[in-house]
């Protein structure tokens, strides 16, 4: 079963540590980063996709991050 998510953030080192630790969790970079400026706040927004192939069937009580 893949399952998707979207990590988003600030463009902050956060953002990097954020993608680093899905990976090392065994998710797999989904398409290219997207970025775009939060004109309410002043900041650049990141975001990327994720997947990963668990071997559970998907539920929507799953929590994606714990998978």
Avoid at 30 to 39: K, L, R, V, W
Avoid at 61 to 67: A, H, T, V
Wanted: proline letters at 6%; aromatic letters at 8%; one cysteine or more.
């Amino acid at each position: 079963m893949l399952i998707y998510r979207l990590l988003s953030d600030d463009d902050t080192q956060a953002f990097c540590h954020k993608v680093s630790l899905a990976l090392s969790k065994g998710w797999v970079l989904h398409g290219s980063p997207a970025y775009a400026f939060d004109a309410a706040r002043g900041v650049m927004r990141c975001a990327q996709a994720v997947v990963k192939d668990v071997p559970t069937p998907y539920h929507p009580e799953m929590r994606l991050g714990e998978q």
